[in-house]
């Protein structure tokens, strides 16, 4: 490792050609920069993702002792969860969360929540129409563009195998 | 170290300048907020102050108050007025230098507004040394400041929103530092040492190509290689030539690439490198990572540690190179490169 580095660093700074140079450089700040391990990250990410999960089956199974059906159920679950997320965002326990589950508490409904609760926060200073209104989905517009936009065009392909008698 | 000089001018090699009647360091201040207080420099700060919005509504009034607070704080300690000022030169984080343009503004003191990103504390010093030496001015404060939320909030993201951050990403430093400079010696304490800015380098912008905003260190070293090198090479010196080679905000990962491009050219400064970024913090304790960043960071360890360190002339001669990061939000978006800059400040006790 130590010689590698080495070799590295003269690659640098002796180098005339900026593009190699640009490249050698890349490629030995990769090397020297600490990384989180993958493994202990995805580990942290299953445990508190699949938690999260749990409490949304809970949810769903109190709900339907309640007599909703699946679907109602399952909607309530969402906006539960969603809610708690809002709370736990505003009351800063949701930050130490994500800190330590990374993409577990990012890919279930409560990374969107956060994702939309942070600006509606952090803006909220700069007026109701120009903070709150035109910020709030500065992380999450992505995902709903694109969200609808991908479901319009699987919905559009659905439509075609559909006449051509595919499904 | 004046072999290089030409006669007459000050002008020393490529980029740097020598003084003849080096500016006098009279006075510093130094704001930092309640995190960089609970740090290993905590008990040299000024002021700490808890609340990191000041009592104000917003990050951005918070950090204008943090420069004001400096500012009073500076003109005190020196006993002065600001009408003694005859200029300020400045500048912070936030897009058109608003923390600085509201901060000052009621100390009413002719301002020239600069912006170099984490580098400024050096800009600021170069061209308020240059304004006190060339006569231009009597006395000058030399300010800038930074906010951890306001950071987050124009460069990165909302202070809420829930993520990790890399090891090699910094934290902000929420703080105010400055200095006064001016032409005659008027320190407080006769059995301190008198401190002197000796001469200046001022850098180029440097981009070696990396687009890792997150990774500040790696983007800055260059710079800060470029500019010690220059300087090193201007002045015909050592790198032993300094007690100190201090670096503004590099942390862990940019210092150790500073050291082993240096070392490529056969400058070993592995025994005097010092880094702002790495001392402020408890980088275990605090969790802030590849170390502290920003504006104020270097800047308040220079108008404290720094300075008392020469005050009691513990250390005789310094090289104080804050660096900068010149991204923005739209050049990132835009897939560009993170450029960076480095100014380097000779600072002597004599």
């Known amino acids: ?167 | 170290m004046s072999e290089n000089v030409t006669n007459q001018s000050k002008m020393v090699g490529k980029q740097s300048i020598a003084y003849k009647n080096p500016p006098f360091i009279i006075s510093s201040a130094s704001i930092a907020g309640k995190k960089e207080g609970e740090g290993p420099l905590g008990n040299l700060f000024d002021v700490i102050q808890e609340d990191p919005l000041l009592g104000k509504k917003t990050w951005e009034e918070a950090e204008s108050e943090l420069m004001k607070q400096a500012a009073e704080k500076v003109l005190q300690k020196a006993g002065l007025k600001n009408t003694d000022i005859r200029y300020l030169v400045g500048g912070d984080l936030l897009g058109q230098l608003i923390a600085t343009s509201f901060g000052i503004a009621n100390l009413e003191i002719p301002l020239i507004g600069i912006y170099g990103a984490c580098s400024t504390m050096g800009e600021a010093i170069s061209v308020g040394s240059m304004l006190v030496e060339g006569g231009y001015a009597g006395k000058i404060i030399a300010i800038t400041s930074s906010h951890f939320a306001g950071a987050e909030k124009q460069f990165r993201f909302p202070l809420d929103y829930g993520n990790q951050r890399p090891y090699s990403a910094s934290w902000t430093v929420t703080g105010s530092g400055c200095v006064i400079l001016a032409d005659q010696d008027q320190k407080s304490n006769p059995s301190d040492a008198s401190i002197v800015i000796k001469g200046i380098t001022i850098g180029k912008i440097v981009d070696y190509g990396l687009k890792d905003s997150m990774n500040m260190g790696a983007c800055m070293a260059p710079a800060a290689y470029e500019t010690i090198k220059q300087n090193l090479e201007d002045f015909g010196i050592q790198p032993s030539y300094y007690d100190k080679i201090i670096t503004g905000d590099l942390g862990y990962v940019g210092s150790n690439i500073l050291k082993d491009l240096l070392k490529e050219k056969n400058y070993d400064i592995t025994s005097n490198h010092m880094d702002c970024g790495i001392e402020i913090f408890d980088q275990e304790k605090q969790d802030t990572h590849a170390g502290g960043s920003g504006c104020g960071c270097s800047a308040i360890v220079f108008s404290s540690y720094v300075l008392n360190q020469l005050k009691a002339r513990i250390w005789k001669r310094v090289l104080f190179i804050p660096t900068g990061a010149l991204l923005s939000q739209v050049s990132f978006n835009e897939g560009k490169s993170v450029p960076g800059i480095a100014h380097a400040v000779i600072v002597e006790g004599v």
């Open chain 1, 1 to 167: 490792m130590e010689e590698k580095k080495k070799v590295s660093a003269s690659g640098i700074v002796g180098q005339k050609d900026k593009q190699v140079r640009n490249e050698n450089y890349k490629e030995y700040v990769k090397q020297i920069t600490p990384k989180y391990s993958l493994g202990k990250n995805m580990a942290k990410a299953f445990l508190v993702g699949g938690v999260i999960c749990v409490i949304g089956q809970g949810f769903i199974n109190y709900y339907m002792s309640l007599g909703a059906d699946m679907e109602l159920a399952k909607a309530y679950n969402t906006v539960t969860l969603v809610l708690l997320t809002i709370v736990c965002t505003g009351i800063g326990v949701y930050q130490k969360l994500a800190k330590f589950g990374g993409a577990g508490t990012l890919v279930p409904i409560t990374g969107f929540a956060n994702s939309v609760a942070a600006p509606a926060i952090e803006y909220k200073k700069e007026g109701q129409v120009f903070g709150i209104g035109c910020k709030i989905f500065t992380i999450a517009g992505p995902v709903i563009l694109y969200g609808i936009f991908s479901t319009w065009v699987l919905g559009l392909i659905y439509y075609i195998l559909k006449l051509l008698k595919v499904v």
